[in-house]
C-alpha cells in the first residue's frame, strides 16, 4: 500500500484529488474567515466551497498520477530518474490507463476516450429529439431541456471534434513527419489526462443543485452570470479542455518544424501535416479568449466582479465579442484537421496526386488569416455598433473561396484517376464533399446581413452548424478512423458494416439536418423545448430520422470494437498509400523507426515512373535516384 | 487534359440541373408570409441566392458524379492514375469566379441591408421591454401609455423599436417582417420596421433567456392609423417607473444604424 501510494497511478492520483479538494475546501474556509465573512455561507451562484475544489481536485489528481514527477524533481533541484522507457509504448490494455508517453498510446487514448464523450453527447441528442418529437412539453421540463441541448453541444465541439482530431494526429502524424515521437511527449500525455477531467466536469454539472449549466455552448453572459452552480462546472470544464488544446498544438507547432525527416521541405509535407500546422496556429493564438471570457463569467458568479453588469459599469456585448474571438476560429479548428484527412484519402483511393498541392496549402493559411477577421458575423443582430456588419459580411464571404479552392482541388483529384469506393473511408470523403458544399452554401447565405437578420437564432443555424459539424467535421472524422483502423490496430474493419454505417449516416444526417432549414426560415426559433403547432409534422420527420442517425452510430461502434480484437490482420500498408505511416508496419514498432527515413519526393507521386516519396532505413543503396517530377500542363 | 473531358456537355448539365433546382426551390415561399416593406427585398435576395447556389452545387455535383462513373477503377485495376498535379489556370478561375460571385453576393445584400433600414421622414418610435419572460411596450405621445403582452402598430408607416431588456439578453423577431434584434442589458438597440399589411402576428423571443424561453411571445396587431390612435388613447396603463428610468440610463450607442444613409 506505502508503495502504491509512493507510485505514480490511480491510487496516488485520487488521493491526490481528495487531498487538493480538501485543501481547497480549506482554503476558502480560512480565507473567508479571516475576511470575516461567513464560514459556510453558499450564495445563489457563487457556492466557493464547491468552485475552488473543482480548480485543485483536477490538478492534484494530475499531479498524483504522475503528470508533474519529472518537471518537479527537475524544478526543485532532486535527481530526475533517467527515462528507461517504461512509460513508453503498449504491452496490456492496462498500460492505455497509465500515464504513458508514446505519442501512439496517447491518440488511441484521445480517440477511444473522445468517442466515449460523443456517445454520451448523441444519447443526448436522441433525448433533445425526444422531446421535440411533438409540440408541448412530453418527456423533460425546459429547464432540463435547456440544460440537454448546452451538454449536448459542449461534450461535442470541446470534448468530442476538437480532440479526436488531436488524437487522430497524434497517432499520425509523428509517423507522417518520419519523427520518432512528439517533440514533448510528457506534455502530450498531460494534455490527454486534462481532456478526461473536463469531460467529467461537464458532465458532472448534472449533480450541481439546480441542475446542469443550461445557458446553452455559447454561455452568454447575463444568463450565464446568474446561473445556478452548474455554470462553474462549465467555466472550469473549458479551462481544462482549452489549456489542454494549446498544449497539443504547441506541440504539433514545434514537432512539425523541427523534427520531419530530412529532406521533408515544407512543400513535401502531406496535407495533413499542413492541415494540423494550420489548427494549430488557430488554436495557440485564438484559445487564450475563450479561457479569458469563462474567466471572467465565472470571477463575475463568483468573486463579484462585474464585467458584464451594466449597472456595474460592466458591458454585455463584450462578452460575445470575446467570446466568438475564439469559437468563430474554432469552428476552422473542427474542420482544418479534416480536410486534411480528405485530402490524404481521396488521393490515396483515386490513385492520383492532390491536384494543385500548394494552392491547397495556402488555402489553409488563407483560412487560417482570414477567420481571426470573422468573428462578428455570429452578431449580426446583437445590437453592437452596426458598422462593423458590413466588413464581417465581406471578410465571410470571402473565407468561401479558400474553402471552394478545396473542394474544387478535391473533384480535379479525382479526375484522371482509378477511383476505388471499397472503402468506407473513401465513401465518407466523398460524401463529405456534397453535405459540406451545402453547410458551405447556406454559410454564405447566412454571411449575408439581410438574410442572417431573419434566419439568426432560428433552427436554419442548427441546421447550417450540423451540416458543417456533422456532415463535415464528423464525415471527416469517420473517414479518418477508418481510414487509419489498420495502421492503429494492426487488424481490418469490416467493410459491410462500415457501408451499413455509412448509408445509414448518409441518409439520417439528410432527413434530420435539410427539413431543419425549412422549419428555421418559417419561423421556428432555436433553443425551444417547445414550438407552434405548424411544426409538428416535420419535427416528428426530423426526430425519426434523427434516431435513425443514433442508432447506426451503434454499428460504427459493433464495428471498431470487434474488429480490433478479432479482424483479419491487416499488412503494412493495405491501401497503398505512399506517406511515411504506411511504410512501417500495422501497428507500427514502438520507437516507430529504426533508422529516420529519407524522404527525396512529394507525398503523393502517384503514377510518377520511379517517384519515391521517401527511403526507409536499410533500403538507401538499392533505390535509384527519382526522376525529377514532372508537373502536367495539359 | 481538359480537351479529353466533354466540357460543354458537363456545362450543360450544369445549367439544366440549376435550372431544374431553381424552378423547384424559387416559387416556394420560404419565409412564410411577408408583412412589412422589408420582406419582399430580402425574400428577393433570397432566391437569387438560391439561383446562385443551385449553380455552384450542381457544378460540383455534375463534376463529382462523372469522374465517380467515367474514372472509377475495373475490379482488379492496380494501377495509378495519371500524373497530373495541377493546372494553373484552373486553379486560378476556380479563385477568381468564386471571388466574384461572392462579392456580388456581399454586394447586392449592402444596398438592400441599406435600403431595409433607411430611416423615414416621419416615424413613430415605440419603446420595446422585455424580461423573463415577457415583452411590454410603450407608445410615443404625452402620458406614456403603456401595454403589457400586446403590440400595436399602424399600417404603412416606418416604426423605430427602441429596445430595452430589464433582466438578461432577449431578441426581438417577428418572422413576417423579416426583422431581428437583440435586447441587451445597458443599451438601447433599435429596430426598424415599416410594416405594410393589416393583420395579427406573433412576436417570438430568438434568445435563450431562461425556461421560459420558449413560452415569450407576445401578440403584434397591425392596423390603419385611425385604429392604432383610438387604441393607444384607450389604454389605461403608463410606462411604469422603473422602465422610465432603464431607459433613462441605457447608453444608446447605435442610435440609427449604419446602413442608413452611410451615416
Not at chain 1, 437564432?457 to 479518418?480: E, P, W
Not at chain 1, 529516420?596 to 521517401?614: D, K, L, T
Not at chain 2, 389604454?235 to 431607459?247: A, N
Amino acid at each position: 500500500m506505502a508503495a502504491a501510494i509512493k507510485q505514480p497511478g490511480w491510487i496516488r492520483g485520487l488521493l491526490g484529488a481528495v487531498l487538493a479538494a480538501a485543501f481547497g475546501v480549506g482554503l476558502v474556509v480560512v480565507l473567508r474567515d479571516i475576511s470575516g465573512l461567513p464560514i459556510w455561507q453558499t450564495e445563489q451562484t457563487g457556492y466557493p466551497h464547491v468552485v475552488v475544489p473543482l480548480i485543485t481536485g483536477p490538478l492534484g489528481f494530475l499531479a498524483g498520477f504522475g503528470c508533474f514527477d519529472y518537471w518537479l524533481r527537475w524544478a526543485v533541484g532532486m535527481p530526475t530518474i533517467p527515462d528507461d522507457h517504461s512509460q513508453h509504448g503498449a504491452k496490456s490494455w492496462r498500460d492505455y490507463f497509465r500515464f504513458n508517453t508514446d505519442h501512439k498510446v496517447i491518440g488511441i487514448q484521445y480517440i477511444v476516450t473522445t468517442f466515449f464523450f460523443f456517445f454520451i453527447g448523441g444519447l443526448l441528442a436522441m433525448l433533445i429529439r425526444a422531446e421535440l418529437a411533438q409540440p408541448g412539453t412530453q418527456i423533460v421540463d425546459a429547464s432540463t431541456f435547456n440544460g440537454l441541448f448546452s451538454t449536448h453541444a459542449v461534450l461535442m465541439i470541446f470534448v468530442f471534434v476538437i480532440p479526436v482530431f488531436a488524437g487522430i494526429a497524434n497517432y499520425v502524424l509523428p509517423l507522417m513527419i518520419g519523427a520518432p515521437d512528439m517533440a514533448f511527449p510528457r506534455l502530450n500525455a498531460l494534455s490527454f489526462w486534462m481532456l478526461p477531467l473536463a469531460g467529467l466536469l461537464f458532465i458532472g454539472s448534472y449533480l450541481a443543485p439546480g441542475g446542469a449549466f443550461d445557458a446553452g455552448w455559447t454561455g452568454y453572459a447575463p444568463l450565464s452570470t446568474g446561473a445556478p452552480l452548474g455554470q462553474s462546472f462549465f467555466n472550469l470544464g473549458v479551462q481544462f479542455a482549452g489549456a489542454s488544446s494549446i498544449a497539443t498544438a504547441l506541440n504539433f507547432l514545434v514537432t512539425i518544424i523541427t523534427m520531419r525527416a530530412p529532406g521533408m521541405t515544407f512543400w513535401r509535407m502531406p496535407l495533413l501535416v499542413w492541415a494540423n500546422l494550420s489548427t494549430s496556429l488557430l488554436v495557440v493564438a485564438a484559445t487564450p479568449f475563450i479561457a479569458g471570457a469563462q474567466f471572467m463569467v465565472l470571477f463575475d458568479r463568483a468573486l463579484g466582479t462585474q464585467f458584464f453588469e451594466p449597472l456595474g459599469g460592466g458591458d454585455v456585448i463584450s462578452y460575445q465579442h470575446i467570446f466568438w474571438f475564439y469559437s468563430h476560429p474554432a469552428v476552422y479548428i473542427m474542420m482544418l484537421p479534416g480536410f486534411g484527412i480528405i485530402s490524404e484519402v481521396i488521393s490515396t483511393h483515386a490513385r492520383k496526386p492532390i491536384f494543385g498541392y500548394r494552392l491547397m496549402a495556402l488555402a489553409l493559411i488563407g483560412i487560417v488569416v482570414l477567420s481571426y477577421s470573422v468573428w462578428a458575423h455570429h452578431m449580426f443582430v446583437a445590437g453592437m455598433f452596426s458598422w462593423l456588419r458590413v466588413p464581417m459580411m465581406i471578410t465571410t464571404l470571402l473565407i468561401a473561396v479558400p474553402t471552394g479552392i478545396k473542394i474544387f482541388s478535391w473533384l480535379g483529384t479525382l479526375y484522371f484517376g482509378k477511383i476505388h469506393t471499397y472503402s468506407t473511408a473513401m465513401l465518407f470523403s466523398l460524401a463529405f464533399i456534397v453535405t459540406f458544399t451545402i453547410g458551405g452554401i447556406s454559410g454564405v447565405m447566412l454571411g449575408m446581413v439581410p438574410i442572417d437578420i431573419h434566419v439568426s437564432d432560428t433552427y436554419f443555424i442548427v441546421a447550417h452548424i450540423h451540416f458543417v459539424l456533422f456532415g463535415g467535421s464528423v464525415f471527416t472524422i469517420f473517414a479518418g478512423i477508418y481510414h487509419w483502423f489498420p495502421k492503429m490496430t494492426g487488424r481490418m474493419y469490416d467493410e459491410k458494416l462500415g457501408r451499413v454505417h455509412f448509408w445509414g449516416t448518409v441518409i439520417g444526417t439528410w432527413g434530420t439536418f435539410i427539413p431543419m432549414h425549412w422549419v428555421g426560415m418559417d419561423g421556428m426559433p432555436r433553443r425551444v423545448a417547445d414550438y407552434a403547432e405548424q411544426f409538428g409534422n416535420w419535427n416528428l420527420l426530423i426526430s425519426c430520422f434523427a434516431f435513425m442517425l443514433g442508432a447506426c452510430q451503434l454499428v460504427f461502434l459493433y464495428n471498431m470494437v470487434v474488429s480490433w480484437r478479432y479482424g483479419p490482420r491487416a499488412d503494412g500498408n493495405p491501401w497503398r498509400a505512399k506517406t511515411i505511416e504506411w511504410q512501417v508496419s500495422s501497428p507500427p514498432p514502438i520507437f516507430n523507426f529504426d533508422e529516420i527515413p529519407r524522404v527525396v519526393g512529394g507525398p503523393y507521386e502517384f503514377g510518377v515512373p520511379g517517384a519515391r516519396h521517401a527511403i526507409m532505413a536499410g533500403e538507401g543503396d538499392q533505390v535509384a535516384k527519382p526522376e525529377p517530377t514532372v508537373v502536367s500542363q495539359a | 487534359m481538359m480537351g479529353r473531358l466533354p466540357i460543354a456537355k458537363m456545362f450543360a448539365a450544369t445549367i439544366v440541373l440549376t435550372v431544374l433546382i431553381s424552378v423547384v426551390m424559387v416559387p416556394i415561399n420560404w419565409n412564410g408570409q411577408g408583412a412589412s416593406t422589408a420582406a419582399p427585398k430580402i425574400d428577393t435576395l433570397l432566391d437569387v441566392m438560391i439561383v446562385l447556389s443551385a449553380f455552384v452545387f450542381s457544378l460540383v455535383m455534375v463534376m463529382l458524379f462523372y469522374a465517380l462513373w467515367k474514372f472509377k477503377a475495373k475490379p482488379g485495376d492496380e494501377s495509378d492514375g495519371e500524373p497530373i498535379h495541377g493546372n494553373t489556370r484552373l486553379e486560378v478561375a476556380w479563385t477568381l469566379i468564386p471571388t466574384i460571385i461572392v462579392l456580388f453576393g456581399g454586394a447586392y445584400s449592402w444596398a438592400v441591408l441599406n435600403d431595409i433600414e433607411e430611416p423615414a421622414k416621419d416615424p413613430i418610435t415605440v419603446d420595446v421591454f422585455s424580461q423573463q419572460f415577457a415583452w411590454s411596450f410603450g407608445y410615443p405621445g404625452k402620458g406614456n401609455a403603456y401595454s403589457e403582452g400586446e403590440l400595436h402598430v399602424p399600417l404603412d408607416r416606418q416604426v423605430h423599436f427602441k429596445m430595452h431588456a430589464l433582466d438578461v439578453l432577449h431578441s426581438f423577431w417577428v418572422p413576417e417582417w423579416r426583422i431581428k434584434k437583440d435586447n441587451v442589458p445597458g443599451i438601447t438597440t433599435t429596430a426598424i420596421v415599416t410594416p405594410d399589411k393589416l393583420g395579427t402576428y406573433q412576436l417570438i423571443c430568438t434568445e435563450l433567456c431562461g425556461f421560459g424561453h420558449s413560452a415569450m411571445r407576445a401578440t403584434v396587431v397591425v392596423e390603419t392609423p385611425a385604429d392604432f390612435r383610438k387604441w393607444v388613447t384607450g389604454l389605461k396603463e403608463k410606462i411604469p417607473p422603473p422602465y422610465l428610468e432603464t431607459i433613462r440610463q441605457d447608453t444608446e450607442t447605435d442610435p440609427i444604424p449604419l446602413g442608413a444613409g452611410g451615416g
